[in-house]
């Protein structure tokens, strides 16, 4: 059985976007450009409808190209549980009160069982702190 990841919207947005001229950036986008070629087929991924909302945020050229990149991935469920678990985790928890759908990326994750949340996002959902 292959391992459970969770794609959250920057991942998506940085296999797609066009190549950035900030260094670090460039080479998260090179890493997960080379991850999606060589080694995605090693596990089971996901999304939410979430994803897909703010995948198709934005320039409508870009939106396409997020959205063609994981139309072919099983879709998880926004349930009443994981956003009681979001609003919890802002509440509550960790996050701050505007990352309430970061809060939502981690609830469905977690709720779902998945092995891996696999994102750019170090503001709110890859942080330490």
Known sequence: ??????LETSVISY?????????????????????WQVRRQDFDLFI???????ASAGDEHAAQQR????????LLTLSEEAVTFAEKLVKEGPMPQKA???????????????DYLLTWNFNHIANAT
């Not at 959205?67 to 099983?74: T, Y």
Request: glycine share 2%; net charge negative; hydrophobic share 50%.
């Open 100 to 114: 309430v759908e970061d809060a939502l990326h981690i609830a469905v994750a977690t709720l779902n069982g998945m």
């Open 48 to 54: 939410s409808q979430l994803v897909i909302q703010e």
């Open 1 to 6: 059985m292959k391992p459970k990841v969770y």
């Open 15 to 35: 296999l797609t976007s066009r190549p950035s001229r900030d260094l670090i950036v460039a080479a998260n986008q090179q890493i997960i450009q080379e991850w």
């Open 67 to 74: 959205l063609q990149a994981i139309a072919d991935i099983p």
